[in-house]
Protein backbone atom coordinates (compact mmCIF):
# COMPACT_ATOMS: atom_id res chain seq x y z
CA UNK A 1 0.00 0.00 0.00
CA UNK A 2 2.00 3.37 -0.68
CA UNK A 3 -0.45 5.47 1.53
CA UNK A 4 -2.58 4.25 4.46
CA UNK A 5 -3.99 7.09 6.63
CA UNK A 6 -6.44 6.01 9.63
CA UNK A 7 -8.06 8.40 12.01
CA UNK A 8 -5.77 11.24 10.31
CA UNK A 9 -7.02 14.52 11.64
CA UNK A 10 -5.40 17.69 8.78
CA UNK A 11 -4.87 20.94 10.20
CA UNK A 12 -3.70 24.20 8.60
CA UNK A 13 -0.69 26.11 9.56
CA UNK A 14 -2.99 28.65 11.38
CA UNK A 15 -4.39 26.11 13.50
CA UNK A 16 -7.59 25.77 11.46
CA UNK A 17 -9.08 21.92 10.80
CA UNK A 18 -9.54 20.89 7.87
CA UNK A 19 -10.43 17.39 7.74
CA UNK A 20 -10.95 15.31 10.75
CA UNK A 21 -10.87 11.05 10.89
CA UNK A 22 -9.41 10.62 7.69
CA UNK A 23 -9.28 7.18 6.55
CA UNK A 24 -7.54 6.97 3.01
CA UNK A 25 -5.54 4.53 1.42
CA UNK A 26 -3.98 3.85 -2.07
CA UNK A 27 -2.59 0.83 -3.92
CA UNK A 28 0.06 0.60 -6.57
CA UNK A 29 -1.71 1.80 -10.17
CA UNK A 30 -4.87 2.83 -8.18
CA UNK A 31 -6.66 5.86 -9.79
CA UNK A 32 -8.10 8.05 -7.38
CA UNK A 33 -9.92 11.24 -7.41
CA UNK A 34 -10.96 13.79 -4.54
CA UNK A 35 -13.85 15.70 -5.29
CA UNK A 36 -15.38 18.55 -3.45
CA UNK A 37 -15.62 22.54 -3.18
CA UNK A 38 -13.64 25.05 -3.10
CA UNK A 39 -12.07 25.09 0.88
CA UNK A 40 -13.42 21.57 1.47
CA UNK A 41 -9.46 20.40 2.37
CA UNK A 42 -8.92 18.68 -1.10
CA UNK A 43 -5.65 20.41 -1.61
CA UNK A 44 -4.68 20.12 2.37
CA UNK A 45 -5.06 16.42 1.73
CA UNK A 46 -2.92 16.19 -0.77
CA UNK A 47 -0.59 18.42 1.02
CA UNK A 48 0.33 16.03 3.13
CA UNK A 49 1.14 13.26 1.00
CA UNK A 50 4.48 15.60 0.27
CA UNK A 51 4.70 16.79 3.40
CA UNK A 52 3.96 20.55 2.52
CA UNK A 53 1.73 20.52 5.17
CA UNK A 54 2.20 18.31 8.63
CA UNK A 55 -0.69 15.79 9.47
CA UNK A 56 -1.74 16.53 13.62
CA UNK A 57 -2.36 13.57 14.91
CA UNK A 58 -3.44 9.96 13.64
CA UNK A 59 -2.91 6.62 14.04
CA UNK A 60 -0.98 5.75 11.16
CA UNK A 61 -0.30 7.92 8.40
CA UNK A 62 2.40 6.38 5.87
CA UNK A 63 3.63 7.23 2.51
CA UNK A 64 5.17 4.95 0.38
CA UNK A 65 6.79 3.18 3.48
CA UNK A 66 7.95 6.74 5.11
CA UNK A 67 6.06 6.98 8.55
CA UNK A 68 4.66 10.85 8.36
CA UNK A 69 4.22 10.96 12.27
CA UNK A 70 7.96 10.77 12.80
CA UNK A 71 9.55 11.90 9.42
CA UNK A 72 12.10 14.56 10.56
CA UNK A 73 12.00 17.71 8.09
CA UNK A 74 15.57 16.27 6.38
CA UNK A 75 13.82 13.38 4.87
CA UNK A 76 11.09 15.13 3.13
CA UNK A 77 13.42 15.32 0.17
CA UNK A 78 13.97 11.73 0.03
CA UNK A 79 10.23 10.87 0.38
CA UNK A 80 9.46 13.49 -2.59
CA UNK A 81 11.28 11.90 -4.90
CA UNK A 82 9.92 8.57 -5.14
CA UNK A 83 6.35 10.84 -6.10
CA UNK A 84 5.67 12.97 -8.84
CA UNK A 85 3.83 16.48 -8.52
CA UNK A 86 1.75 18.07 -11.26
CA UNK A 87 -0.08 21.75 -9.84
CA UNK A 88 -2.49 23.22 -11.86
CA UNK A 89 -0.42 26.16 -12.99
CA UNK A 90 2.31 23.51 -14.49
CA UNK A 91 5.27 25.27 -11.97
CA UNK A 92 7.09 25.31 -15.43
CA UNK A 93 10.68 27.52 -15.14
CA UNK A 94 10.00 30.33 -16.96
CA UNK A 95 13.89 31.05 -17.64
CA UNK A 96 14.75 27.82 -19.49
CA UNK A 97 13.35 25.60 -21.97
CA UNK A 98 11.41 22.47 -22.13
CA UNK A 99 14.77 20.50 -22.08
CA UNK A 100 16.25 22.21 -19.39
CA UNK A 101 13.30 22.25 -17.04
CA UNK A 102 13.49 18.45 -17.49
CA UNK A 103 17.72 18.61 -17.20
CA UNK A 104 17.03 20.77 -13.85
CA UNK A 105 14.92 17.63 -12.40
CA UNK A 106 17.32 15.04 -13.07
CA UNK A 107 20.33 16.64 -11.86
CA UNK A 108 18.34 18.02 -8.52
CA UNK A 109 17.76 14.20 -7.51
CA UNK A 110 21.07 13.34 -8.45
CA UNK A 111 21.23 12.04 -11.95
CA UNK A 112 25.32 11.98 -13.36
CA UNK A 113 25.56 10.61 -16.62
CA UNK A 114 24.36 12.80 -19.58
CA UNK A 115 23.92 10.83 -22.49
CA UNK A 116 21.69 8.64 -19.69
CA UNK A 117 19.99 12.08 -18.69
CA UNK A 118 19.16 12.75 -22.07
CA UNK A 119 17.85 9.65 -23.34
CA UNK A 120 15.50 9.63 -19.91
CA UNK A 121 14.27 13.17 -21.29
CA UNK A 122 13.67 11.88 -24.88
CA UNK A 123 11.75 9.08 -23.84
CA UNK A 124 9.65 11.11 -21.40
CA UNK A 125 8.88 13.44 -23.75
CA UNK A 126 8.44 11.02 -26.25
CA UNK A 127 5.70 9.30 -23.41
CA UNK A 128 3.24 12.91 -23.34
CA UNK A 129 3.52 13.54 -27.02
CA UNK A 130 5.28 16.25 -26.70
CA UNK A 131 9.05 15.25 -28.44
CA UNK A 132 8.83 18.53 -30.80
CA UNK A 133 8.45 21.06 -28.25
CA UNK A 134 11.69 20.57 -26.34
CA UNK A 135 13.64 23.96 -27.35
CA UNK A 136 10.54 25.32 -26.38
CA UNK A 137 10.60 28.07 -23.54
CA UNK A 138 7.47 27.96 -21.17
CA UNK A 139 5.46 30.80 -22.24
CA UNK A 140 5.19 29.43 -26.24
CA UNK A 141 3.29 26.27 -25.47
CA UNK A 142 -0.46 26.30 -24.73
CA UNK A 143 -1.90 25.34 -21.40
CA UNK A 144 -2.42 22.16 -22.41
CA UNK A 145 1.30 21.68 -23.77
CA UNK A 146 2.64 22.98 -20.33
CA UNK A 147 0.75 20.18 -18.81
CA UNK A 148 1.95 17.71 -20.53
CA UNK A 149 5.46 19.30 -19.98
CA UNK A 150 4.78 19.11 -15.88
CA UNK A 151 3.65 15.70 -16.59
CA UNK A 152 6.96 14.52 -18.24
CA UNK A 153 8.55 16.15 -14.95
CA UNK A 154 6.34 14.37 -12.54
CA UNK A 155 7.61 10.95 -14.59
CA UNK A 156 11.15 11.50 -14.86
CA UNK A 157 12.03 9.62 -11.97
CA UNK A 158 10.04 6.63 -12.22
CA UNK A 159 7.60 6.94 -9.48
CA UNK A 160 5.62 4.72 -7.40
CA UNK A 161 2.72 7.52 -6.74
CA UNK A 162 2.00 11.22 -8.71
CA UNK A 163 -0.07 13.60 -6.71
CA UNK A 164 -2.03 16.01 -9.47
CA UNK A 165 -3.62 18.82 -8.02
CA UNK A 166 -6.58 20.41 -9.97
CA UNK A 167 -4.06 18.92 -13.02
CA UNK A 168 -7.04 20.26 -15.20
CA UNK A 169 -8.46 23.11 -13.80
CA UNK A 170 -6.81 26.11 -16.47
CA UNK A 171 -7.97 23.72 -19.00
CA UNK A 172 -10.48 23.99 -21.65
CA UNK A 173 -12.26 20.45 -22.00
CA UNK A 174 -11.23 18.58 -25.04
CA UNK A 175 -7.84 19.83 -23.84
CA UNK A 176 -8.73 18.49 -20.00
CA UNK A 177 -9.73 15.35 -21.66
CA UNK A 178 -6.18 14.80 -23.19
CA UNK A 179 -4.16 15.11 -20.05
CA UNK A 180 -6.85 12.65 -18.31
CA UNK A 181 -6.43 10.19 -21.33
CA UNK A 182 -2.48 10.28 -20.16
CA UNK A 183 -2.75 10.38 -16.59
CA UNK A 184 -4.75 6.87 -17.33
CA UNK A 185 -2.15 5.30 -19.26
CA UNK A 186 0.39 6.25 -17.14
CA UNK A 187 -1.62 4.52 -14.19
CA UNK A 188 -2.17 1.72 -16.15
CA UNK A 189 1.95 0.68 -16.19
CA UNK A 190 1.45 0.59 -12.59
CA UNK A 191 1.89 4.44 -10.78
CA UNK A 192 -0.98 5.39 -9.01
CA UNK A 193 -2.62 8.58 -9.58
CA UNK A 194 -4.20 10.67 -6.84
CA UNK A 195 -5.88 13.66 -8.55
CA UNK A 196 -7.83 16.16 -7.02
CA UNK A 197 -10.54 17.61 -9.03
CA UNK A 198 -13.77 19.97 -9.12
CA UNK A 199 -15.04 18.76 -12.36
CA UNK A 200 -17.12 15.52 -11.68
CA UNK A 201 -18.08 15.37 -15.35
CA UNK A 202 -14.66 14.35 -16.09
CA UNK A 203 -15.02 10.76 -13.57
CA UNK A 204 -17.78 9.79 -16.10
CA UNK A 205 -15.25 9.19 -18.77
CA UNK A 206 -12.42 7.41 -16.67
CA UNK A 207 -12.49 5.12 -14.16
CA UNK A 208 -11.12 5.44 -10.79
CA UNK A 209 -12.09 5.36 -6.80
CA UNK A 210 -13.43 8.50 -5.12
CA UNK A 211 -13.39 10.41 -2.73
CA UNK A 212 -15.14 13.69 -1.40
CA UNK A 213 -14.30 16.15 0.99
CA UNK A 214 -17.32 17.47 2.52
CA UNK A 215 -17.87 18.79 5.82
CA UNK A 216 -14.52 18.38 7.55
CA UNK A 217 -14.39 14.52 6.66
CA UNK A 218 -13.67 12.35 3.82
CA UNK A 219 -15.82 9.66 2.30
CA UNK A 220 -15.05 6.79 -0.19
CA UNK A 221 -18.08 7.32 -2.57
CA UNK A 222 -16.83 5.20 -5.25
CA UNK A 223 -14.68 1.78 -5.35
CA UNK A 224 -14.66 2.53 -9.19
CA UNK A 225 -16.44 4.20 -11.92
CA UNK A 226 -17.53 2.72 -14.79
CA UNK A 227 -15.52 3.48 -18.45
CA UNK A 228 -18.27 5.45 -20.92
Same mark, same amino acid.
Given at each position: ?L???? %??N? $?Q??? &? #???T /?? !?????D?A???I???V?????S?????? %???? $???A? &? #??V? /?F !????????????L???MGI??????LL??????K??????????W????EM??R???V?????????R????????????????I?????????L????E????????????????????A?????I???T??????????????????????????????K
Open positions: MIDYK %QAI $IVDG &K #AVL /DV !DFQVDGFVYIGRGSGKSLLKTIY %QELD $IDEI &K #ADL /D !DLLTLKRRHVPARRQVFQDFQADRNVYNLMFVLKSTGKDKSAEITELDNVGMADKDRMPHELSGGEQQRIAARAILNSPRIVADPTGNLDNETALGIMKLLHNIKKGTAVMSHNTSIIEHFPGIVYRCQDGRLEKIAEETET
